[in-house]
C-alpha cells in the first residue's frame, strides 16, 4: 500500500505498520497512491493531483479546515479532518489574542522599543462577555480556558443544542459581546459572515478575534471598522493571505495580526502524529474511521 505523507516525521511514525510504503516527495505514479495525507500548506492543482490519484481510497488531512479537498474528492474517497489536534494550540491562541489587545500589550511593546513609560488604564477581560461563533471541537476549548477569567461565556453554532444558539441567534447577541471569537469553517454559508451588518451589530470597542479563516470576514468592512477605531480585532488569518505589503490592516489602530500559527504549536504536532498513526490502524483494520467528513459538512 503506497502512502503519499507530508513528513519524514509522520512516514516515521507509520514506518512499522505491515505493508504499508511511505513517500515524502510527490511518487511519479500517483496512480498507485492509496492513502493521501497532504501537508499543513495546501498544495497547489488540488484538482489534477487527485485527479491522477486513480487508486486513492483515503484522504487524510492534518488540518481541521478541508475547503480545499471537498470540491475535488473523486467518488469513493473517503475524506477525514484533524479535528482535535489544534484545539490546544488554536484555545491558547484565541484566549491570549483578546487579552493582548483588550491589555493593549502590542502598544506597550511599541512604547518600550521606544524607551517610553506610557502609564494608563487599559480594558480586560474580566466582567466581559465573550461571544464564541461556532462553538464546536475548538470553541469548547476556549470556553475551558475562559475558565477562572471571570466571563460570561454565549456559545453559536451552525447547529442549535442546549445552551447553543444557531447562526439565526448572532443578531440577538452581537450587541451584546465584547469579544467575538470566529471558529466557524470556510464553508459557501460562513463566506462573508462577517459582513458590514454583522460589524454594525458589535459594541463599540468590541474585539473581533478571527481564528476561523479570512474567507469568513469582509475584510473592506472590517478595514472600515477599525480604521474608525470603533472596533478592534486579533487575526490569525486574513483574506487575502497572506496580507500583502501596504494593506491597511498591516497598521490599523487596535488590530493585532498573526501569520496563520495558532495552531502551529508542538502540542500540534504530537497529536497530528497520534492520529494519523491511529487512523492508519483503523484503516489497515478495516475498522471505522473517525472524523469523516460528509457532504454536511
Known sequence: MLIWVPSDAVAEVLSDLPRVECVVEQPERLEEVEVWIPP????PDISGLLAKMTGLKFLQT???????????LPPGVTLCNARGVHDAGTAEWAVGAMIAVLREFPGFVDAQRRTEWSYHHTGVLADSTVLI??????????ERRLQGFEVEVLRVARTPREGVHGLEALPELLPQADVVVLLVPATSTTAGLVDAAFLGRMKDGAVLVNAA??????????????SSGRLRAALDVT??????EGHPLWNAPGVLITPHVAGSTPASGRRTLRLMRSQLLRYLAGEPLNNVITETY
Open 62 to 72: 492534518v488540518t481541521a479546515g478541508v475547503e480545499p479537498y471537498v470540491p475535488h
Open 213 to 226: 479563516r479570512g474567507s469568513v470576514v469582509d475584510t473592506g468592512a472590517l478595514v472600515a471598522e477599525v
Open 40 to 43: 499543513l500548506i495546501t498544495l
Open 239 to 244: 483574506d487575502p493571505e497572506p496580507l500583502p
Open 133 to 142: 461563533v461556532g462553538h464546536g471541537s475548538i470553541g469548547a476549548a476556549v
